[in-house]
Every structure is written in structure tokens, then in C-alpha cells.
């Protein structure tokens, strides 16, 4: 055995019997199974390291902890993340079966409603980056996916492909967050110049906005499930364009049925949430945009970067968040008061939505 190895096997050797006198303290005899079994295979598996970080105190910092040591001496997977030197990458895959479940509810709402239907399926990081993980990790890849789904949606339906717009653009460009799935407000940008037109509307250009940086240390949904402590943190910003278009009134039902006001900027929550705050089923903007237009949006939290730039655009705006009202799209609003809709979902999400 080399003398690297040996200091490697001493190290993951001594972790392994501090945590053994706490669990024969606490009766657990769980982690001792496992650990056994990964000395046995070879090996500081996944398996020990969320073993250990599920049952002892500070489990977050365990996590932290067992992230570390699966990046250096181990395959580099935490919580079902992959750990890479750039970004931290979900390897939670939608099936085919998902696709098509979601396509079959797509297709029953547009053959009822009166209005236009477009959709836009958000690929996440690993669908844009996920070129620089092993093969072996994802069986099928969100490109297919996206095409599996879109060859199933309805052909009354305006298809919107995203995924090669933010293909195009991952060489050289800040789109995604590093520490969490989703997009930066860039990305969502980019993607919202072909939406914009495929709508009916010029789009505002780059150069018109103003961009202020609300943090430079947002860790996202990624590294709350690894902890590891050399995730990169990300910016979030706010883009303003001042052309004398203001939101008259943004109110929202939450969870519990209550309808309050809200703002599409919420600076008291520094994270996602910083973009129409906490999820709610319903959200409602009027704008000073003088055309009666109206748009409803169904989809995630990927839509809530999205929908500051369309606010440009039309008079009324709604969002059903089908994160938390699944298919009871119709308890929050009647589709056919809207001209158009848009539906705007992540991959990831689709799964547990459909």
C-alpha cells in the first residue's frame, strides 16, 4: 500500500472510531454496520457519510464533515449532489414516465382553454453543465428529456426551446447558480428575450437595465444538502429598467388561503426568495402598462426570476405555482380571463409536480 493510501485509510480509520464511541454511548449500532461494511467493500462511501450526518447532533456540520472527505478520498456524491470543482450538480432525474405525465396534463388544459398556450421546459445546472460528469451518472439527460416531453405535448402548443438558448450561452457566461439548480436572473434574461418575441413583444435590451447586486454569499438548494464548505457562493441581482412602467398592486394567497400584499423584490429574504418572496400557490400583478393584456404563468421557482422582465409587457400578470397546488390549477383562477399562458417549469421539478 502506498504511503498516501496508508495516511488516507489512518484518517478515514480514526473518523470512523470517534464516531464509534458516541454511537456505542447512544445504543445506535447502525453507523458501526455500515462503516464495517465500507471498510470491508473499500471504499468511504455515500452511504457512511449520510449515515453518520442523519443520526448525531449538528448533523450539518457532520454533513459538512463527510462532504469533504467523499470529495478527497472518495466519489465525490453527497444527498444524490455531485461535488465538482466548479459547481455542485443534482443527479435527481426525472423518467420518460414523468414526462409523459406531465405532457397529459399540458395537453388536457390547452384542448379547454380559449386562449394561446406556450410552454418552456427550464433545464437545471446538470442539464446545461452535466457534460463534465461521468457518463454512468445520468442514464438519460435533460436534453432528452426536454425532447421526449415536448415530442408529446400537443402541437397547438408554442414550444420554446430554452435548453439550446442556455446551451449557447454556458461557455462564458454567469447563467446558473454554482451552489444551487436553478439559474441566475442572466440566465433567466436570456431566456426571457425569446419568450418575449415568441409572445408577441420587442424585448428591453441588455444595456437598458440598471443591476444591483443584492449578495455575493447566496448558498442555494445544492449546498443545503451537502454543507460542503468550498461550494462557491453565488450573486443574486435585481435588474431594474425605469421607463415610467410601474407595479400598481402585487398581492398573493398564501398556503393557508390568505390574500396579503406582497412586492416582486422582497430584500428581507436574501436568497431565491428574494424574487417574490416565500412560495405561494397565487400572485397577482397589475402594472401601469397601459395595453389590457393579460398573461398567466404557470410553473416553479424558476419562473420567479422570469417574471420581473415581463412586467414591461402587460397590464395583468398572474402565477400559479403548481409546486403548491399540483394540478388544482382552477381553485386559484380561471384560465380563460387570460389571452395567453405560458407554462415555465423546471425539469427537476416536473417529477414531483405531475
Aim: charged share 25%.
Amino acid at each position: 500500500m502506498k504511503r498516501t493510501e496508508k495516511i488516507t485509510a489512518a484518517s478515514v480509520m480514526t473518523f470512523i472510531i470517534a464516531f464509534s464511541a458516541v454511537t456505542l454511548f447512544r445504543g445506535n449500532l447502525e453507523i458501526m454496520n455500515t462503516a464495517k461494511k465500507n471498510l470491508i467493500d473499500g471504499g468511504f462511501s455515500e452511504e457512511l457519510i449520510n449515515c453518520m450526518a442523519e443520526n448525531f447532533p449538528m448533523k450539518d456540520k457532520w454533513r459538512a464533515i463527510g462532504a469533504e472527505l467523499n470529495s478527497k478520498f472518495g466519489e465525490p456524491i453527497v444527498n444524490g449532489v455531485y461535488i465538482d470543482d466548479e459547481r455542485l450538480f443534482s443527479l435527481d432525474l426525472a423518467s420518460y414516465e414523468d414526462m409523459d405525465s406531465a405532457a397529459e396534463f399540458v395537453n388536457e388544459f390547452t384542448e379547454k382553454y380559449d386562449g394561446a398556450v406556450y410552454f418552456a421546459a427550464i433545464p437545471t445546472s446538470t442539464g446545461v453543465y452535466g457534460d463534465v460528469l461521468p457518463s454512468y451518472l445520468l442514464p438519460i439527460t435533460e436534453k432528452q428529456q426536454a425532447d421526449r416531453l415536448y415530442e408529446e405535448l400537443s402541437p397547438d402548443i408554442r414550444k420554446i426551446d430554452a435548453y439550446t438558448i442556455l446551451k449557447m450561452l454556458s461557455d462564458n457566461n454567469y447563467i446558473y447558480c454554482r451552489s444551487d439548480t436553478r439559474w441566475t436572473s442572466y440566465g433567466a434574461y436570456c431566456v426571457y428575450r425569446t419568450v418575449i418575441q415568441k409572445l408577441g413583444f420587442i424585448p428591453v435590451s441588455y444595456d437598458k437595465y440598471t443591476i444591483f447586486h443584492v449578495t455575493d454569499s447566496y448558498c442555494g438548494n445544492l449546498y443545503s444538502r451537502t454543507s460542503y464548505m468550498e461550494s462557491k457562493p453565488d450573486i443574486l441581482d435585481i435588474y431594474e429598467y425605469d421607463d415610467g412602467t410601474v407595479i400598481e398592486e402585487c398581492t398573493g394567497i398564501d398556503k393557508d388561503g390568505v390574500k396579503r400584499r406582497i412586492t416582486p423584490y422582497d430584500e428581507s429574504n436574501i436568497g431565491y426568495e428574494l424574487y417574490l418572496g416565500e412560495p405561494m400557490p397565487f400572485v397577482k400583478i397589475r402594472t401601469s402598462v397601459n395595453n389590457d393584456k393579460k398573461l398567466l404563468v404557470i410553473g416553479d421557482t424558476s419562473s420567479d426570476s422570469f417574471i420581473p422582465f415581463l412586467t414591461k409587457h402587460y397590464s395583468e400578470i398572474a402565477f400559479v405555482s403548481v409546486q403548491c397546488t399540483g394540478r388544482d390549477i382552477e381553485k386559484y383562477i380561471d384560465p380563460d380571463n387570460y389571452e395567453q399562458t405560458l407554462f415555465l417549469l423546471g425539469l427537476d421539478s416536473i417529477a414531483n409536480i405531475f
